[in-house]
């Protein structure tokens, strides 16, 4: 008997958000398999949906037309395949993300979608959160004896950010800035909107041509170039992708900086040991690079930051973080962003944040700025630019099924920003020998 059959209807449908089920019951890949699942599946999914609250999602299938939940935002559902629904039931998020991508169900809005679907689910969390908090320290004992090492990293990196740097140039705006933008008012282009997020950035930091500044995570390059062509310090920056690592020494020479920025594609923790036998760094930037760091590794990420820097430096760290009460379950739990875009991923928390500083390093949180109601815009922009593109997109050779994805995985962030389940900030971080003032922001 399947995970699926076992499990009461209520909760089944309440775990296609959280994967709360046993994704042993729905292959790697959806196949033929599930077409005797569908019909069970089918009816546990439509039935428990039906009174639930907090939006309306009206679906059409071959056997016809149905209203599911209550209220407002309504969005419609297209079910090509019945195996959607056995899919979505087995494996959660992770189901919704591969019966879109096989091209199973279609809907007018995903965001929406997603939206609703949060929700519906809303109820679970609570519960799910609590029990993962109180079974951390025994989980974590074992789960430490595997630790993610370079390799891990490398391949998660290759199998993101090496996509193709066309593809990125088609989604994102002429900076190529892959983290959430700023929008100082309407009408802001997306382009002028990240300009101003680095250059808030960089008047964090206090930035001044005596500065020798570290990035650890170039993207493709917006940082280091606008903080040495602007603000005239000298900067190291290092990423582990080629493909963004070759983009930005060519970017930074035909920029007439190669005497300012050095580009390295040295990991994280080789950075110390740069350190120590070239001097340690006045400043440090890391735009939402620790996404990408296991949280097995956040005190040594953390601790190396603070070892890279002069007893007078400052830090800044812009992350993507998640509920607070959520990071215990989060860090474990292989959603559909974890499974099929970003492998190795972990949102951190404030929280986990501030407590990994306090145990691995002398860095102090001095200044935190919550920028996340402007990454909803952020993804909006990034999903309409390949919509815009989309001859373009399929000309790079990107197919009908990776396009699906990434429509769906820019629609899923979304609605969690949307939602307020993650959100973005900007820590300002501090060695114990600063006695600088903060550098006043815009309202």
Not at 237 to 259: F, K, M, N, W
């Given at each position: 008997?399947?995970?699926?059959?076992?499990?009461?209807?209520?909760?089944?449908?309440?775990?296609?958000?959280?994967?709360?089920?046993?994704?042993?019951?729905?292959?790697?890949?959806?196949?033929?398999?599930?077409?005797?699942?569908?019909?069970?599946?089918?009816?546990?999914?439509?039935?428990?949906?039906?009174?639930?609250?907090?939006?309306?999602?009206?679906?059409?299938?071959?056997?016809?037309?149905?209203?599911?939940?209550?209220?407002?935002?309504?969005?419609?559902?297209?079910?090509?395949?019945?195996?959607?629904?056995?899919?979505?039931l087995g494996s959660g998020s992770?189901?919704?993300?591969?019966?879109?991508?096989?091209?199973?169900?279609?809907?007018?809005?995903?965001?929406t979608l997603v939206q609703v679907?949060?929700?519906?689910?809303?109820?679970?969390?609570?519960?799910?959160?609590?029990?993962?908090?109180?079974?951390?320290?025994?989980?974590?004992?074992?789960?430490?004896?595997?630790?993610?090492?370079?390799?891990?990293?490398?391949?998660?990196?290759?199998?993101?950010?090496?996509?193709?740097?066309?593809?990125?140039?088609?989604?994102?705006?002429?900076?190529?800035?892959?983290?959430?933008?700023?929008?100082?008012?309407?009408?802001?282009?997306?382009?002028?909107?990240?300009?101003?997020?680095?250059?808030?950035?960089?008047?964090?930091?206090?930035?001044?041509?005596?500065?020798?500044?570290?990035?650890?995570?170039?993207?493709?390059?917006?940082?280091?170039?606008?903080?040495?062509?602007?603000?005239?310090?000298?900067?190291?920056?290092?990423?582990?992708?080629?493909?963004?690592?070759?983009?930005?020494?060519?970017?930074?020479?035909?920029?007439?900086?190669?005497?300012?920025?050095?580009?390295?594609?040295?990991?994280?923790?080789?950075?110390?040991?740069?350190?120590?036998?070239?001097?340690?760094?006045?400043?440090?930037?890391?735009?939402?690079?620790?996404?990408?760091?296991?949280?097995?590794?956040?005190d040594e990420f953390l601790g190396?930051?603070?070892?890279?820097?002069?007893?007078?430096?400052?830090?800044?760290?812009?992350?993507?973080?998640?509920?607070?009460?959520?990071?215990?379950?989060?860090?474990?739990?292989?959603?559909?962003?974890?499974?099929?875009?970003?492998?190795?991923?972990?949102?951190?928390?404030?929280?986990?944040?501030?407590?990994?500083?306090?145990?691995?390093?002398?860095?102090?949180?001095?200044?935190?700025?919550?920028?996340?109601?402007?990454?909803?815009?952020?993804?909006?922009?990034?999903?309409?630019?390949?919509?815009?593109?989309?001859?373009?997109?399929?000309?790079?050779?990107?197919?009908?099924?990776?396009?699906?994805?990434?429509?769906?995985?820019?629609?899923?962030?979304?609605?969690?920003?949307?939602?307020?389940?993650?959100?973005?900030?900007?820590?300002?971080?501090?060695?114990?020998?600063?006695?600088?003032?903060?550098?006043?922001?815009?309202?």
């Amino acid at each position: 008997m399947t995970a699926v059959t076992v499990v009461p209807a209520v909760t089944a449908v309440m775990a296609v958000m959280e994967g709360a089920l046993v994704e042993r019951a729905v292959p790697r890949r959806p196949g033929p398999a599930l077409a005797r699942l569908a019909p069970t599946a089918r009816r546990l999914a439509l039935g428990a949906a039906a009174r639930r609250r907090g939006g309306t999602i009206e679906v059409a299938d071959a056997a016809g037309a149905h209203r599911l939940g209550k209220g407002d935002p309504l969005v419609r559902a297209r079910v090509h395949d019945d195996r959607a629904y056995a899919c979505l039931l087995g494996s959660g998020s992770v189901g919704l993300g591969r019966s879109y991508v096989a091209g199973w169900w279609d809907c007018d809005d995903l965001t929406t979608l997603v939206q609703v679907l949060s929700r519906w689910t809303s109820g679970l969390r609570a519960p799910l959160d609590a029990l993962a908090r109180a079974t951390a320290p025994l989980l974590d004992l074992p789960a430490r004896w595997a630790v993610p090492g370079r390799a891990d990293d490398a391949h998660n990196v290759r199998a993101h950010y090496d996509l193709s740097n066309e593809f990125f140039g088609l989604m994102l705006d002429e900076t190529m800035t892959y983290s959430c933008a700023m929008f100082e008012g309407p009408g802001v282009s997306l382009a002028d909107a990240q300009r101003s997020k680095i250059d808030r950035l960089c008047t964090k930091l206090a930035l001044a041509p005596e500065d020798h500044v570290v990035e650890i995570g170039s993207g493709w390059g917006a940082f280091a170039i606008r903080a040495a062509g602007r603000y005239g310090c000298r900067v190291t920056t290092t990423t582990i992708s080629e493909a963004q690592r070759a983009y930005v020494a060519e970017q930074v020479a035909q920029a007439g900086l190669s005497p300012r920025v050095n580009v390295l594609g040295a990991d994280w923790r080789d950075l110390p040991a740069l350190a120590e036998s070239n001097g340690r760094f006045d400043k440090l930037a890391s735009v939402e690079m620790i996404e990408a760091v296991d949280w097995r590794n956040h005190d040594e990420f953390l601790g190396s930051c603070a070892g890279l820097l002069r007893d007078e430096g400052l830090a800044v760290l812009q992350a993507i973080v998640i509920d607070d009460r959520s990071f215990e379950r989060a860090k474990r739990h292989q959603d559909f962003v974890r499974r099929m875009v970003f492998p190795g991923g972990c949102i951190p928390s404030v929280q986990s944040l501030v407590s990994s500083l306090a145990r691995a390093s002398d860095l102090r949180v001095v200044d935190l700025e919550d920028i996340g109601r402007h990454y909803a815009q952020t993804l909006r922009l990034w999903a309409a630019n390949l919509a815009t593109h989309a001859e373009a997109v399929e000309r790079t050779g990107v197919s009908e099924e990776l396009r699906r994805l990434w429509a769906l995985y820019l629609a899923y962030c979304e609605a969690s920003f949307l939602e307020r389940h993650i959100s973005d900030v900007q820590l300002v971080l501090a060695k114990p020998g600063w006695r600088g003032r903060l550098q006043s922001r815009p309202t």
